[in-house]
């Protein structure tokens, strides 16, 4: 900046950087304790004025168009490439400058000191979510009011806050305002509820998900009960009732990323499967198949009805735990021909079609067995028998075509089902 700038603005900034500049690597051995606590609250008040007199040369430079200088496409892309900013941190700050252009209080607060940047944004998002037919009164009340409680609050309590504050400065109006609020979000975000996984190639699935807030909250109580610590006295008690020195209680802190992910992995594998809804004829399982040695204690790999691949000593683990059919091969296993006693296959029947079929039997499908449906070979309309090995799976889709009399079908030596459109 030129130290000859001629704007009150311009000269202050000039002459600031002027004085900081004077004490840069100044030793601070010598500053007290107490000193060193004073200097760092006056240090933020200081940020939070720069912060007010950047935020008002923002919307200038809106106003004159200073992106038009380098042909940006607008202030922030601008602003970012002057101040080597991360495009992400010029939006934010642009997005600050404009709301305490629209909220005068929260500028004039910020620009004293006496809040931080982080409150006035808070409070400006804040104020810029209530209802636009709100009567210019009772948004100055409800603006002193945040202003008011950022002498006390961080911005994370002024996040609830600001939520509520129609309640603390216009009841009558702040309960309907809030039943409408909640109502949208509740839509938007079952609208938006999204979960993805993916393999990465080297035994994990990784994934991400977007939840609405008392699903993600329900989530998190019960991993925490999952992940908390034993609930034991850390100290010992002697026998007059003194704790020993050498034994002081240890803090219990929150789970960490790691301890909250195994506890979702232990409150995946003791899902109940007969409490969950069913798919494709069988209850939500995951079919282990391994062969009677790799179950007594061998090394062979077992198989998923998924197609992936898991450690014999995970199986066995695995066996026994619910929401796992373990299918052993060469083992005893449940009667699966029930003639003609029952039209529809049986859920041991279905498991062992998963396992043999991998999925929809039509050539060139992926579907996989639990978006199958049990197809009878020897049509039961025509006395045929609900037997394994005159069953197979098929979507939904080729289910209905290999009982559509324009197609004819083939069955390859691999299993497979080619269709044919009659002609």
Known sequence: MSTTAAHPIGSAVARARSVLSEVAGTPLWSMSQ?????VLAEVAQVEAMLVEVRSGLLTHAETVAVQER?????LAVWHSNVTRSTKRESFRQVRLAEGLARHVLVREALGRGDLVAEQASVICTALDDLPDDLEASILREATAALVEFAQVHDAKALRVLGRRILDVVAPEVGEAWEAELLDREEREAEKSSVFRMREDGHGRIRGSFTVPLLVGQMLERALLAFAAPKHQVANRVNSD???TPDEAPVPVRRPTAQRLGAAFVELVER??????????????TVVVTMTLESLQGGLAAATLDTGGRLSAATARRLACEAGIVPVVLGGRSEPLDVGRSQRLFTVPQRLALGVRDGGCTAKGCDAPPAMCHAHHEDFWCRDGHTKVERGRLLCPYHHRRIHDPEYETEIGGDNQVSFHRRT
């Open 34 to 38: 107490g000193e060193a606590a004073e």
């Open 271 to 284: 899902l109940d499967p007969a409490a969950l809804p069913r798919a494709g004829g069988v209850n939500a």
């Open 241 to 243: 009732d003194q704790d």
């Open 70 to 74: 380098n042909a940006s496409p607008s």
